[in-house]
């Protein structure tokens, strides 16, 4: 939005444009972010009472702790484990949709089978997985009837394990979409051509293919960092509440009233979030890749 | 007054069949019927307080919010019916409710208040004190709240007790005040005391001690509560149960006394003690019946719900003994929101007296919570389910749940005992600590470790 010296039809309508998400915007981000960033300047009395004023005591206080470096090491850790899981996963259901999947019809249909499950909502999804891997679920059940093992194995659930299991099983979908959007893209004929040419097809794989999905990737990557890095409620019910993680703890910090340093986690995470997006971003140019 | 209900209580394990007649007196007479016709009955001109007519009252709307346990929409059903007008409750958890009264207080009418939560509404100035003239039955109120004693037995103060958070000096004060004065900041409406779960046939003995949760026989089988402001006065009575320390106030914790229970219970998890930690009801029930756990903090309910799956639970009664043990009471009452006044504010009134009538209190009898004035609940359950639920004696038939579902056999005892067996050994109650703020630091310590 350059200010124009002359205002002319064009910038009106550029303006037009733009209208409804400033709309929606303005209101639902940029004014709630506001109240939260001056509140994480504020200082508190310890009962929910807010006093107006400019202190970075509580930044200096969340910085300081060594529980913020291990809530973002645990987080950091969900996020890496998911991102990768999703990653290959959401990478081999596109490959074999656009490439595998002759009929594109038949690849749409495929397609759209794969967002069935996630017609439900994300917390069935989750709960689900409970009577399947418990002490007494099927699968220790059937560990068990088998004679494979003597004992339920108990680090199926309510474990870091069942939380990756539970972020992958909700989030490959947004790893598969973009994937196969940018996938579905690439040329059919630059492929043929490096067949002719004498390529090996883990050459094609490397040299084609995944180049020309890294805006895919990347913009998969962000909605799955993204999601994870903000969520607290999977960690709470997969892990038993033996897990925590970044938004968990200042979830709890305002159930005790502490809106500042509440506030001020919330500011260092987003920091955090925007620092990690802007890194992919800069690795990988979506709008040019989108735009090709 | 006060030792009228003290006498129905002393006087009752002898037995129940003394009740009906004793109760059947006028004025039993007078609040049943005030009970019934609600707004319309003639007690209410007696005691000089205005008069709704249904007309204007049809159109009033309160909003009653707090947790699921204690605001409960069958009960809120009945109110508008027998009072006339709409009554609406909504279900939010501990934290976001607090956070509701205190940042719109306003979307508020009767906030759901514990103890320490009055505290903090009062202090905030989001809560009005209440009148206590205009509570019908607040003479009948037990002791435990409006004096902190019953049946000559003074009720401990570790953490924040009902009568502490009972009364403020002027309906405005910002500040709970000590002693008995003319405003309440909250009126109590169901309690109960908490203690520990298990199941009877995997623990393989009677559990009345909390440091068996702590025990290494149950490693990997014992769960306890995740809600750091209580969780940590379960895991203080296990460890002072186990000898490793004596507090000043479990309800109070210094930061070193923090520390030793946030760092015992870090070894702990270490070790790999804890199967999980539980936050809602639900959590509690589902570790227990699945088999998760075998021994875990509870709630009475709850135990209740994993008998009714017909796996073995019991619901430990962990009497005081040596200076150690006792449950952890915790007391729901109703706050008077401040921007309520003229016929909101009176309809508001009516609607703690209804919730005093016994109606409610019967109600929340049948899951195993007591009312604050069991006098007028016992109208309202039969001499069995008063027998079994208040008495401690064995079931003379079989015992329903609120909604007729059988629950408990006949000839079963309540877990725990009688009422004053089980109030009488409450040794801390729910609060929030002035050290709330660290504390919440190093449970998330425990949770990350």
Not at chain 1, 106 to 113: E, R
Not at chain 1, 149 to 172: C, G, K, M, N
Not at chain 1, 268 to 290: F, G, H, Y
Not at chain 2, 42 to 56: H, K, L, V, Y
Request: proline residues 5%; neutral net charge; contains cysteine.
């Amino acid at each position: 939005m350059q200010p124009n010296p002359n205002p002319s039809r064009a910038n009106l309508a550029g303006w037009l444009y733009v209208s409804p998400l400033v709309l929606v915007l303005v209101p639902f981000f940029v004014a709630p972010i506001l109240v939260v960033l001056a509140a994480s300047f504020f200082a508190t009395d310890g009962f929910g009472g807010l006093t107006p004023g400019f202190t970075f005591s509580n930044y200096i206080e969340v910085l300081n702790a060594a529980l913020t470096f291990k809530l973002y090491l645990a987080t950091m850790k969900f996020t890496m484990l998911t991102w990768v899981f999703t990653l290959i996963i959401g990478f081999c259901v596109a490959y074999f949709l656009v490439f595998h999947v002759r009929n594109q019809l038949l690849a749409i249909g495929l397609f759209l089978l794969c967002t069935v499950p996630f017609w439900t909502s994300n917390i069935i999804r989750m709960i689900s997985w409970i009577p399947l891997l418990g002490k007494e679920g099927l699968i220790n059940q059937a560990l068990l009837a088998t004679g494979i093992i003597r004992q339920p194995l108990e680090v199926l659930l309510f474990s870091d394990l069942a939380v990756v299991i539970a972020y992958v099983h909700q989030l490959t979908i947004f790893m598969i979409v973009p994937i196969f959007n940018s996938m579905a893209r690439i040329d059919k004929k630059l492929i043929e051509a490096a067949i002719d040419t004498g390529a090996s097809r883990l050459d094609i794989m490397r040299l084609i293919v995944v180049p020309m999905s890294k805006s895919g990737i990347a913009l998969g990557t962000i909605f799955v960092v993204s999601i994870v890095m903000g969520d607290f409620f999977v960690v709470k019910v997969m892990s038993g509440g033996g897990s925590a993680s970044v938004v968990s703890a200042f979830y709890e910090d305002v159930g005790v009233l502490q809106y500042p340093t509440a506030a001020a986690s919330a500011v260092l995470l987003t920091l955090v979030l925007v620092a990690i997006v802007s890194l992919i971003l800069r690795t990988v140019d979506i709008r040019q890749e989108i735009t090709r | 007054m006060s030792d009228e209900a003290k006498g129905t209580f002393t006087s009752d394990p002898a037995g129940t069949e003394a009740g009906p007649a004793k109760k059947l007196s006028r004025r039993t007479l007078l609040k049943g019927a005030a009970a019934v016709a609600g707004a319309a009955a003639g007690s209410d001109a007696i005691r000089g307080f205005p008069t709704i007519w249904a007309q204007e009252i049809k159109d009033i709307e309160l909003r009653h919010v707090g947790v699921s346990y204690s605001v409960v929409k069958a009960i809120g059903d009945q109110a508008a019916k027998d009072l006339g007008f709409k009554v609406t409750m909504q279900n939010l958890d501990t934290s976001a409710a607090i956070n509701r009264f205190i940042s719109q207080p306003n979307t508020v009418d009767i906030a759901d208040l514990e103890g320490w939560q009055a505290k903090l509404a009062a202090k905030r100035g989001v809560i009005q004190g209440i009148e206590v003239k205009k509570i019908k039955e607040f003479d009948n109120i037990l002791p435990i709240f409006t004096k902190g004693e019953i049946d000559g037995h003074k009720i401990p103060r570790q953490g924040i007790s009902p009568y502490e958070a009972m009364y403020i000096s002027r309906p405005d004060a910002t500040d709970l005040h000590e002693g008995v004065t003319e405003w309440a900041t909250f009126l109590p409406q169901v309690y109960n005391a908490d203690s520990i779960g298990y199941r009877p046939d995997l623990v393989g003995h009677e559990v009345t001690e909390w440091k068996d949760l702590i025990d290494p026989k149950f490693k990997g089988k014992a769960a306890i509560l995740d809600v750091p402001a209580i969780g940590i006065m379960d895991a203080a009575l296990c460890f002072e149960s186990a000898g490793l320390i004596k507090y000043g106030n479990k309800g109070n914790m210094t930061k070193e006394e923090i520390d030793f229970t946030c760092n015992k219970l870090i070894e702990l998890k270490k070790q790999g003690q804890f199967r999980a930690t539980w936050t809602t009801f639900d959590q509690s029930v589902q570790l227990m019946a699945a088999g998760e756990v075998v021994i875990q903090s509870m709630w009475s309910p709850a135990v209740a719900a994993v008998r009714v799956k017909e796996i073995p639970c019991v619901y430990a009664p962990v009497n005081v003994k040596n200076g150690k043990e006792g449950y952890r009471g915790w007391c729901n009452g109703m706050g008077l929101m401040k921007h309520l006044s003229g016929k909101k504010l009176d309809a508001a009134y009516e609607y703690l007296n209804w919730y005093l009538s016994g109606w409610q209190g019967g109600f929340v009898a049948r899951y195993g919570y007591y009312s604050p004035v069991p006098s007028t609940a016992k109208k309202f359950l039969t001499p069995a389910e008063w027998a079994f639920w208040y008495v401690g004696l064995p079931a003379p038939e079989v015992v329903n749940d609120p909604y007729g579902v059988p629950m408990e056999k006949a000839g079963t005892k309540r877990d725990g005992g009688s009422f004053l067996d089980r109030v009488k050994n409450i040794s801390c109650w729910n609060t929030l600590m002035d050290e709330a703020a660290y504390m919440n630091k190093r449970w998330n310590d425990f949770k990350v470790a």
